[in-house]
């Protein structure tokens, strides 16, 4: 059993849910305590955050940072849940659709947009999971969320059959649908589309360099300590000890972090203290940590 409070960054695999590899790390590092930043859907693979006991707390602020994605949009056919673990709802030939078309579609979904997330989505509706009533033959409608794509570079289109396929990276904001990006550009294009393939290789600082695929964490669980994670993941300020004091206690002190947002502080021997944010001329807590 550990007590260290820490990250634990998974290579997830194809197969399991988010939910699963949370069982998995709970199970290795011997604490209930365990949760993760952003779920991924059975098909996808690549960077899941975990976090452990104190750790968990850091979870929902790291939510908010940026991520990154390998995916495969498959033009020429629509599916019930916009991927490829969904019923065949139509099927067009995309031969005629150019590359020149493709590139101009994404293009479009670039900067700040609306997005309607996939209906089969974790989000909740009148307290159940999206997915769940689609799942038992509900129609779900969801409303549009702002989001931000930082960009969509296409690395390959593909045609075989009158199916296109078209690898891209996508950087984008947390809440974005990479599902909803092909569904969107099959609307575009008047052909269909769904998402066949997907890997996110990046949450913020932590990308697959430093993830650890279930096998090798099986071997050694790999944890990431509080502090450190703290000082990759926010802007950091080393504090006196009159001031690590205060702190300690989430009592606004007299400093300008230099920044908004988030700022990581830290005692003087490196312990990680808390978050805290500027308020005015003074800094306040957002969470703290000991």
């Not at 699963?20 to 590092?29: E, I, N, S, T, Y």
């Not at 452990?52 to 390998?70: E, F, V």
């Not at 590139?103 to 947009?113: H, K, Y």
Request: glycine share 8%; aromatic share 4%.
């Amino acid at each position: 059993m550990t007590t260290e409070s820490g990250l634990v960054v998974v290579d997830k695999p194809a197969g399991p849910t988010s939910h699963d590899v949370v069982a998995q790390v709970r199970r290795l590092a011997g604490t209930r305590k365990v949760g993760h930043a952003g779920t991924l859907d059975p098909m996808a693979t690549g960077v899941l955050v975990v976090g452990l006991n104190r750790a968990t707390r850091l979870l929902g602020h790291l939510l908010l940072t940026d991520k990154a994605y390998d995916a495969t949009l498959r033009l020429g056919i629509a599916t019930t849940t916009d991927d490829a673990e969904g019923d065949v709802l139509a099927a067009v030939p995309a031969d005629a659709v150019t590359d020149e078309a493709v590139r101009a579609g994404l293009a479009d979904m670039v900067g700040e947009i609306e997005q309607v997330p996939s209906s089969v989505s974790a989000i909740k509706v009148d307290g159940r999971r999206a997915y769940d009533l689609v799942r038992a033959g509900e129609e779900v409608e969801l409303a549009a969320r702002r989001v931000r794509i930082e960009s969509i570079d296409v690395q390959a289109v593909r045609r075989d059959a009158g199916i296109v396929d078209v690898d891209v990276v996508v950087r984008c904001s947390s809440g974005t649908y990479i599902r909803a990006i092909a569904r969107d550009l099959g609307d575009v294009l008047g052909v269909g589309a769904h998402l066949t393939a997907l890997r996110r290789t990046a949450v913020g600082p932590f990308d697959l360099a430093v993830a650890r695929t279930l096998e090798e964490l099986e071997e050694e669980l790999t944890i990431l300590p509080i502090a450190e994670a703290a000082r990759m993941s926010f802007p950091s300020v080393d504090l006196s000890a009159d001031r690590a004091t205060d702190v300690r206690f989430g009592r606004k002190i007299d400093l300008a972090l230099g920044g908004d947002g988030p700022h990581a502080l830290f005692a003087p021997d490196g312990e990680f203290l808390a978050l805290y944010e500027q308020a005015a001329e003074q800094a306040r807590a957002v969470a703290v940590f000991v």
